[in-house]
């Protein structure tokens, strides 16, 4: 179907989705409005009547009935899409046309003499009518409402571009398609808007340098345009309500509707007297004011911190007056943060983040700055705001996205880990700072830019400067097999730091394997390292380091190292071994010779002293031996550690005496009591009770433990019978010794 001023609906879209880069495709189009479509397809049955179609213009309001009809053949055959006046003539002439479509809301004219036409008419002025205009035409309406974020963002997955990509132009666009469309027309002839020739167009100059305001921020509209705000709002008032508007009104909230497309528009027009008011408004508008650090920050606030980071990146190319505004931006993020004390870093929390992508050199040397201050000022500030350090740590996360600022991103983080151990009510800071840290070299998600090579280099210097965070990052680097994770937030205006996240297995595993060779190098000579690292020897053994740990540990027995140090390392070896026999008695399978080789190492790991070497049997009732025991029930096995802890008692009492056995009650490790066998060791009974009611010299601790050892041999003395005795010994023993009655009345109810 074609002819003078007339189309059909095929054609129209067609025109339409292709004057932009990409094409916007039907499915795009109709993501998160089905509901739309249905209404639209129950009114498509009727004729006689005019139907309105609301969306963010009148093309793109257009353009979605003609994708609705197009997809429906039946219907197709009978519409029309009138371009021009001279269209509704052919509709006059053709009898089978049944539907028509105006491509402007202008075209809209009485419907020929003895036709029952159903009329489509297309009202961009949004699904958010104003107050002044109001809903002018009668009849049915469908509205298209703007998709949310997520929704906006799967659209523009399917026109082909990347996650990352996506997120940021969805939202640039502010969720609308009408915007996406002219920000990516392919003719500069789209690249403009129809409102912007119109007299109450200055009043988005301020609009696109502050970003948003609520009436109460008059004073500062008035400042930056040298007008009476009533002046401005009336112009306001007029460009909301026309089609495409630039400008949302809700309640007494103005907001652009996408802050970059009018930037980019209005741009040309900005004088340098509103330049300079701007920035000279700027560092009075975004600190907070102290006594409401506890509220969310003004609308104004942050389209201030947002506009400057805005316009440090495209503001040198639109802005004709200031073509450095970038180096201006710059010094004033310096000036704002430059030795800033803890009440400057408090009010100027919540607009971190858009400080840093403003300008990211100068946010990150006041960082580094404060944090090797002696009173680091930036920490005492975040400590008293709303959300901690959050706002740094995401801050943080926007800036790693660049390759150019990981490493210094890292060594802040890696700062932050390294000052003292947080108080108890900062603990969850802490573990919400390693998270940060390990989300930018998880090996099969980084949340940065930097390519893997980069990535290592960084990690490597790391090592270097920051050994023990940089440990406890690669021990999480070889955890993560079966890990979630979430996307870090990305740049909202920055797009060469964005990079969609795509790790091949090559990658992966090149990454897990380079964790795994540094870690075990630092881990050098450093048992609790080492009993770190013998914990993740499944995943080392996955890129064939485990043996390489082995002979780490051997290298470090030769330096001699204490009982104390060699039973760190056993501990780590004991419940590996423990589930290796237990794999090898449950599949009837000869031993691993790697298991054997590292039961071998266990043993050479055993301390001199027993009361450390066997104090493992006493940690709890269930015990894992580190060697396999075939043939053995579960009685059996619970009669051999009970034959084990015998002989470990008879070891150590025969080597260091009651003593030794006092050491081994003593130990937090040691959960289970072992008075109840003292009394079954070949001493005289008097010696025992002489050094059980013996308090003299002792810790409070050590007098616990003596009470422990005395009540289990109490026990003892009742399953054999011989209670009366035993108790009329100990009491004649403590009254010697001078204990007090409470002391005694207490034992013994015990």
């Excluded at 129809?194 to 500062?220: F, I, S």
């Excluded at 300079?276 to 009075?284: M, T």
């Excluded at 000579?525 to 499944?538: F, N």
């Amino acid at each position: 179907k074609a002819g003078p001023g007339v189309e059909s609906p095929e054609r129209f879209f067609a025109r339409w989705s292709s004057a932009s880069d990409p094409p916007i495709r039907p499915e795009a189009l109709a993501t998160g409005r089905w509901r739309a479509a249905r209404a639209l397809q129950r009114h498509l049955g009727a004729n006689g009547q005019t139907v309105t179609v609301r969306a963010d213009s009148e093309e793109e309001a257009a353009a979605f009935v003609a994708m609705v009809l197009q997809r429906n053949p039946r219907l197709a055959a009978r519409a029309l899409v009138v371009t021009t006046p001279e269209g509704w003539r052919w509709v006059e002439r053709n009898p089978n046309v049944r539907i028509v479509l105006c491509a402007r809301s202008d075209l809209l004219a009485p419907r020929p003499a003895g036709k029952d036409l159903l009329v489509l008419v297309p009202d961009g002025r949004g699904e958010l009518l104003t107050d002044i205009g109001g809903d002018r035409r009668d009849g049915p309406k469908v509205t298209l409402p703007r998709p949310d974020l997520w929704t906006f963002e799967t659209a523009l997955r399917k026109l082909g571009l990347d996650s990352a990509r996506a997120e940021a132009v969805a939202r640039r666009c502010g969720r609308s398609w009408s915007v996406f469309r002219r920000l990516h027309a392919t003719s500069a002839v789209l690249r403009t808007a129809a409102w912007l020739d119109r007299p109450e167009a200055r009043a988005l100059v301020p609009l696109a340098l502050l970003g948003a305001w609520r009436d109460g921020d008059g004073a500062a509209v008035a400042a930056l345009t040298g007008r009476p705000y009533e002046e401005v709002e009336r112009d306001l008032r007029v460009l909301a309500d026309l089609p495409d508007p630039p400008v949302l009104h809700l309640d007494d909230l103005w907001k652009a509707k996408a802050p970059l497309d009018l930037l980019l528009l209005v741009g040309p027009r900005i004088t340098r007297g509103e330049v300079d008011r701007f920035l000279a408004l700027a560092p009075e508008i975004l600190p907070a004011d102290p006594r409401l650090i506890h509220r969310l920050p003004s609308k104004l606030t942050l389209g201030v911190a947002d506009s400057l980071a805005r316009l440090a990146v495209f503001g040198p190319g639109s802005v004709a007056t200031a073509k450095q505004i970038d180096r201006e931006i710059h010094f004033l993020v310096h000036r704002l943060l430059d030795g800033a004390d803890g009440d400057r870093w408090l009010a100027l929390a919540d607009v971190l983040p858009s400080l840093a992508e403003a300008a990211p050199d100068p946010f990150l040397d006041a960082v580094e700055k404060s944090l090797h201050a002696p009173d680091r000022p930036i920490l005492e500030g975040l400590r008293r705001s709303r959300n901690g350090s959050f706002p740094l740590r995401q801050a943080l996360q926007i800036l790693a996205w660049s390759p150019d600022h990981l490493l210094r991103v890292a060594e802040i983080l890696c700062t932050l880990l390294a000052i003292e151990p947080p108080a108890q009510d900062e603990a969850q800071e802490e573990k919400e700072l390693k998270p940060t840290l390990l989300s930018l070299f998880r090996p099969w998600f980084p949340q940065t830019g930097a390519t893997l090579d980069e990535r290592l280099k960084v990690l490597d210097t790391l090592c270097e400067r920051y050994p023990e965070p940089a440990f406890d990052l690669l021990v999480d680097m070889l955890s993560l097999h079966d890990a979630t994770a979430f996307p870090n937030p990305p740049p909202l205006w920055r797009d060469g730091w964005l990079r969609e996240v795509r790790v091949t297995r090559r990658e992966y595993w090149e990454a897990v394997a380079w964790a795994a060779d540094r870690a075990i190098k630092i881990a050098e000579g450093k048992p609790e390292r080492l009993a770190r690292l013998v914990e993740l020897i499944g995943g080392l053994r996955d890129v064939g380091r485990h043996r390489r740990l082995v002979r780490q540990i051997v290298r470090f027995l030769r330096t001699k190292p204490t009982d104390e140090a060699r039973e760190s390392v056993r501990r780590a070896v004991r419940p590996v071994l423990a589930a290796a026999a237990r794999d090898q008695e449950r599949e009837k399978s000869a031993a691993d010779p790697f298991v054997h080789r590292l039961l071998r190492v266990y043993g050479l790991l055993a301390p001199v002293d027993p009361v450390v070497r066997h104090a493992w049997l006493f940690a709890g009732q269930s015990v894992d031996l580190p060697y396999p025991e075939p043939g053995v029930d579960s009685e059996g096995w619970l009669a051999r550690i009970e034959e084990l802890q015998r002989q470990a008692l008879v070891e150590i009492w025969e080597s260091q005496g009651l003593a030794g056995l006092g050491r081994l009650a003593s130990l937090e490790t040691v959960r289970l009591s072992i008075g109840w066998v003292i009394a079954d060791l070949a001493t005289p009974e008097a010696e025992l009770v002489d050094w059980l009611t013996d308090r003299g010299g002792l810790t409070e601790a050590e007098r616990q433990t003596r009470e422990r050892l005395l009540a289990g041999f109490l026990e003892s003395a009742r399953v054999h019978g011989r209670l009366t005795q035993t108790l009329e010994r100990l009491v004649a023993a403590a009254r010697q010794r001078g204990w007090a009655e409470d002391t005694l009345v207490r034992l013994f109810r015990a």
